[in-house]
């Protein structure tokens, strides 16, 4: 019998035995070492914080114009938000998205990013962090909110920009809704 053993159609399995499984990981160990590396760059790394630095100030300042100075122009913008509609594309929706959210509120707003990660290239970068903002929205109710972000950046023309962003909630799978009561480290609150 040979490594790969035709089941049904398009379906393959590797064979039960203890010796294949050994030479295929080891296959794999050698092959991803054959990969070229990657290399972290500090001095990205560095870039993308002043980036999130800049977006920071501009979320509490409520700063349009000054929050889509951190993405990338066109079409190249892709974000999967935790509100409809499941994708919005470009810049420009993208930009009519936010102002919408920043609407909502009176006043400024806080955000704090936790438990940031950065992974950088020279070109290629992404993070992900637990993000808390909190404000008052324009009826006078107080509202806090942790979500969970993960972007996807690009040097382009020489400048980070970011050029996807997931924001999501977990989903309490009983009952079907989002949960918005989460804190990090903690428990949901009484419901």
Known sequence: MGLLKRLTGSLYRIEANPIVH????ISIVVASLALPATAASPESEREVRQLLARLEKAIRAKDVDAVMAVYAAGA????????????????????????LFFDMYQ???DVEF??????????VAFIHCLQ?????LKGGLKD??????TSGLRKING???IVHDHVSVPVDFVTGKAVFDLKPGGEPQAR
């Open 144 to 149: 806090e909110m942790w979500v969970r972000i």
């Open 114 to 123: 936790r438990d940031l990660r950065i992974v950088a290239s020279k070109d």
């Open 76 to 99: 190249a913008t892709v974000l999967f938000n935790s509100v409809p509609p499941l994708a919005t594309t470009g810049w420009e929706s993208y930009r009519k998205n936010y102002q």
């Open 132 to 136: 808390r903002t909190s404000g008052t």
């Open 22 to 25: 050994l030479a295929v990981l």
């Open 107 to 109: 006043g400024s707003l």
């Open 159 to 161: 400048k980070w920009l």
